[in-house]
């Protein structure tokens, strides 16, 4: 079946301007997950959903990144002001249950630059 | 795609030998172990886990070793082959039975290279 989707999968921002990343989860996965990977380093934890509700948002590095997921299916994670620190591949995640061994699945990222 | 682990430690290897990826974790509190694949352009990819209270596990062609007592995972890749070409990742994250998920907290990875 489908694996977890990501677009855009480049997105090239000017500092200053608005981004919208958008994850579609695999159908019907309760949990979904934002990850930050910096080049050349691992994926770091930006935010966690169970269905809608945000229930750890303890990564996300500035009041300036906001993730939602309102039906409890399609998220987006929306940064305002981008910074040049912004600048990494965002990677999305999906879980069919809430249980802490579930296995989480990736989407392809998208890779924002921010120049 | 974008290039992933430009300065990451680099495992080189001949198509056939096996692989040995090591992973240093720090948290003594993780309780679940999972190793990733990672190829340019694409998302970490489920390779195989294991909880705290196993030492091992194996799957297709691949084994995980755990040792608690020093905080170190490893990863052997049987045969490994030009497709196994990658950057790997281990991951950990604490277990709790309140049913939030969890976050993963991954390593720097290692980058393997298999020459043919």
Redesign the interface.
Known sequence: GAGVSQSPRYKVAKRGQDVALRCDPISGHVSLFWYQQALGQGPEFLTYFQNEAQLDKSGLPSDRFFAERPEGSVSTLKIQRTQQEDSAVYLCASSLRAGSTDTQYFGPGTRLTVL | ????????PTLSVQEGDNSIINCAYSNSAS??F?W?KQES??????II?I?SNMDKRQGQRVTVLLNKTVKHLSLQIAATQPGDSAVY?C?E?????N???????????TRLMVKP
Do not use: C, W
Not at chain 2, 1 to 8: F, K, N
Not at chain 2, 93 to 97: A, D, K, Q, R
Not at chain 2, 99 to 109: P, S, V, Y
């Open positions: 795609g974008e290039s992933v682990g430009l300065h990451l309780d679940y999972i990733y352009g694409k998302g970490p990819q489920f886990d909880r990742f991951a994250t604490p277990s709790m039975n049913n939030a998920g969890n976050m993963l907290t991954f390593g720097g990875g």
